[in-house]
Structure formats: structure tokens, C-alpha cells
Nanobody, 124 residues
Framework: EVQVVQSGGGSAQPGGSLTLSCAASGFGDGSACMGWFHQRPGKGRRGVAGMNNEGDVVYEDDVMGRFTLSKSDVPNTLYLPIHNMRPEDTAMYYC??????????????????WGQGTQVTVSS
């Protein structure tokens, strides 16, 4: 059974930093395709960063240079440090996983398994 478990998040001031973590299990010995999405109030869920099975990463334009997706030594565990935070980063953040990246790594349709979501709030 595949499980996707998130941790981290919370509140930060503009210009501050937070780190989100995600651990996906149930993929055996293989590397999963994994990504992060955010969902702002009243908006749809949008991909912000995605990593394919080989470890190659893509970012949504608005987060380039501020979000850094990295792998842990533990298989299928990712970290997402968020720097220079902006009020528009306020959203629910979801980690997602799939056996492989069948489509665009920032597309919802790529992923079959989702984490529980974590709130990130940026305000002064």
C-alpha cells in the first residue's frame, strides 16, 4: 500500500523560510516520481516543483530560485525548503507521488497518491 506523509509547514513572515518534508512508501526498491502542489484559497491545485524517477527537478516560474526540491538519503523522501517567502505563498501544500512520471511533473494528472496537506501562512 502506498502512503504519502507530509510534515513541516506553519507560519512565517515575509522574507522568512520554512521547510516541508514528504515521505512516500510502498514503492518497493524503486524511486517514485514526486511533486509538490499548492492550493490558494478559492483556487485550484497547482504544481510548484516536481522530481522524476532519475532525480531531475522542474519548478513553476513563480517559485524559481526560492523553492529548492532535494532528496534525502532515505528513498522517496523529499525536502522543500522555501526561502524569501511572500504573502502569495500562503496556501495548502500537498505532496504527491506516482510510480513514474507519465506526464508533466507539475501536472495533477501525473500523480495517483497524495499527502494529507499542510498549511503554510505568510504574513507580517
Amino acid at each position: 500500500e502506498v502512503q504519502v506523509v507530509q510534515s513541516g509547514g506553519g507560519s512565517a513572515q515575509p522574507g522568512g523560510s520554512l521547510t516541508l518534508s514528504c515521505a512516500a512508501s510502498g514503492f518497493g526498491d524503486g524511486s517514485a516520481c514526486m511533486g509538490w502542489f499548492h492550493q490558494r484559497p478559492g483556487k485550484g491545485r497547482r504544481g510548484v516543483a516536481g522530481m522524476n524517477n532519475e532525480g531531475d527537478v522542474v519548478y513553476e516560474d513563480d517559485v524559481m530560485g526560492r523553492f529548492t526540491l532535494s532528496k534525502s538519503d532515505v528513498p522517496n523522501t523529499l525536502y522543500l525548503p522555501i526561502h524569501n517567502m511572500r504573502p502569495e505563498d500562503t496556501a495548502m501544500y500537498y505532496c504527491a507521488a506516482a510510480d513514474w512520471c507519465r506526464y508533466n511533473r507539475l501536472a495533477r494528472s501525473t500523480y495517483q497518491y497524495w499527502g494529507q496537506g499542510t498549511q503554510v501562512t505568510v504574513s507580517s
